[in-house]
């Protein structure tokens, strides 16, 4: 939870909001439990700020998340993703600004989704965002929400099916890391050639994965056949078709959720893998449809670690001052200045990332 709340207060538009107070005008009360962790979330985000004391214990604010859902009661050690993914949700239901909130508009008709499929990626986001936020619009909207383009293709006759979701944070699978001797580049990704050039000294034995690896992992093209086959409206039957994730609107805080965690049979492990990060300009350009955003470049601005097993975790998390313009490490009540080069460590599972023309101060 701490490690969380570090990476998320360090967050300057969001900071910014509560300090200035502007979240008392948009809290809604329809739900005592959620608005009781909004208020709790202020406080301690003004204590933290105000930098009286060396170190803060969240006391009232775990009281008011365990209220607030079950999953999170008592002291036992919950995922940092699900903790995050919560967090941000509540805050998004509690300040929405659109209230009361309008019925959902209706599904389009068949002959609505053809018409709908002949437009172009960019109307068509445009259009499944503006339907998005008619009755979903807050802060976090405004600073972590991006759009999901998922297509389906048929391998028959080429027809399309295109829908539209929002996220909160990206979650991409980590890859097998390949050999240094495989010249080829197999694994390694167009855009994570270039970064992995940039490290080659640090690479001679096994290369290690980069998080545009696992960027492509996300977005490549998956093939649906045998018992996965696609129900295609044009053919009437059941086809052989690609599947293909991209990101349609790029949020101006990036969280990219590391998938460590994976169930091999009846076991779950965690991946150990080494993942490259770079601190500064992280390329989105080839994970996003035609004119989704004009900036695509991202600057690394906190990173939650994970060490240990599933059963005995301990994170941890680094976070950037930009003010001090230097980098700190917290490690519960230890706190204290670290440097780049020590922000990526094989420990990264949440990382939090800001569009290079959306400062974090």
Same mark, same amino acid.
Request: charged residues 25%; glycine residues 4%.
């Given at each position: 939870?701490?490690?969380?709340?570090?990476?998320?207060?360090?967050?300057? &538009? =969001? $900071?910014?909001?509560?300090?200035?107070?502007?979240?008392?005008?948009?809290?809604? !009360?329809?739900?005592?439990?959620?608005?009781?962790?909004?208020?709790?979330?202020?406080?301690?985000?003004?204590?933290?700020?105000?930098?009286?004391?060396?170190?803060?214990? &969240?006391?009232?604010?775990?009281?008011?998340?365990?209220?607030?859902?079950?999953?999170?009661?008592?002291?036992?050690?919950?995922?940092?993703?699900?903790?995050?993914?919560?967090?941000?949700?509540?805050?998004?239901? @509690? =300040?929405?600004?659109?209230?009361?909130?309008?019925?959902?508009?209706?599904?389009?008709?068949?002959?609505?989704? !053809?018409?709908?499929?002949?437009?172009?990626?960019?109307?068509?986001?445009?259009?499944?965002?503006?339907?998005?936020?008619?009755?979903?619009?807050?802060?976090?909207?405004?600073? /972590?929400?991006?759009?999901?383009q998922s297509r389906l293709t048929c391998m028959t006759c080429?027809?399309?099916?295109?829908?539209?979701?929002?996220? #909160?944070?990206?979650?991409?699978?980590?890859?097998?890391?390949?050999?240094?001797?495989?010249?080829?580049?197999?694994?390694?990704? $167009? @855009?994570?050639?270039? /970064?992995?050039?940039?490290? $080659?000294? $640090?690479?001679?034995?096994? =290369?290690?994965?980069?998080?545009?690896?696992?960027?492509?992992?996300?977005?490549?093209?998956?093939?649906?056949?045998?018992?996965?086959?696609? !129900?295609?409206?044009?053919?009437?039957?059941?086809?052989?078709?690609?599947?293909?994730?991209?990101?349609?609107?790029?949020?101006?805080?990036?969280?990219?959720?590391?998938?460590?965690?994976?169930?091999?049979?009846?076991?779950?492990?965690?991946?150990? #893998?080494?993942?490259?990060?770079p601190t500064q300009r992280l390329y989105m350009e080839n994970?996003?449809?035609?004119?989704?955003?004009?900036?695509? !470049?991202?600057?690394?601005?906190?990173?939650?670690?994970?060490?240990?097993?599933?059963?005995?975790?301990?994170?941890?998390?680094?976070?950037?001052?930009?003010?001090?313009?230097?980098?700190?490490?917290?490690?519960? #009540?230890?706190?204290?200045?670290?440097?780049? #080069?020590?922000?990526?460590?094989?420990?990264?599972?949440?990382? /939090?990332?800001?569009?290079?023309?959306?400062?974090?101060?």
């Amino acid at each position: 939870m701490n490690s969380v709340l570090q990476c998320i207060i360090g967050t300057g &538009p =969001l $900071k910014r909001y509560f300090m200035r107070g502007e979240w008392k005008k948009k809290l809604l !009360m329809q739900n005592r439990e959620r608005a009781e962790v909004v208020i709790e979330f202020s406080q301690l985000l003004e204590l933290m700020w105000r930098g009286q004391y060396s170190y803060i214990s &969240p006391s009232r604010f775990r009281l008011a998340i365990g209220d607030c859902s079950e999953q999170f009661e008592g002291d036992n050690q919950e995922d940092a993703h699900e903790f995050a993914s919560f967090l941000l949700d509540v805050l998004h239901e @509690s =300040l929405n600004h659109v209230y009361p909130i309008p019925p959902p508009e209706r599904e389009m008709t068949p002959d609505e989704e !053809m018409q709908f499929e002949k437009l172009t990626d960019r109307k068509q986001a445009s259009i499944q965002w503006k339907r998005y936020i008619r009755r979903s619009l807050s802060i976090i909207t405004s600073i /972590f929400q991006g759009q999901i383009q998922s297509r389906l293709t048929c391998m028959t006759c080429n027809h399309t099916s295109t829908t539209y979701h929002t996220f #909160t944070e990206l979650s991409v699978p980590i890859p097998e890391p390949c050999n240094s001797n495989n010249s080829s580049g197999a694994n390694v990704g $167009k @855009s994570g050639m270039s /970064f992995l050039r940039k490290n $080659k000294q $640090k690479t001679e034995q096994v =290369l290690p994965v980069n998080i545009y690896q696992c960027l492509d992992a996300y977005s490549e093209m998956e093939v649906l056949d045998g018992n996965d086959k696609w !129900m295609c409206p044009r053919c009437k039957t059941k086809r052989k078709a690609t599947k293909q994730l991209k990101v349609s609107r790029l949020p101006q805080v990036l969280i990219v959720h590391l998938k460590r965690f994976s169930t091999r049979g009846h076991f779950r492990e965690k991946l150990e #893998t080494n993942v490259h990060i770079p601190t500064q300009r992280l390329y989105m350009e080839n994970y996003i449809t035609p004119g989704a955003h004009p900036s695509a !470049m991202y600057n690394l601005y906190a990173v939650v670690n994970h060490f240990g097993t599933m059963s005995g975790g301990h994170y941890t998390a680094s976070v950037f001052d930009e003010l001090r313009e230097q980098w700190n490490y917290f490690d519960d #009540t230890k706190v204290f200045p670290i440097s780049e #080069t020590q922000v990526a460590s094989p420990a990264a599972y949440l990382l /939090f990332f800001v569009q290079e023309r959306a400062k974090v101060k």
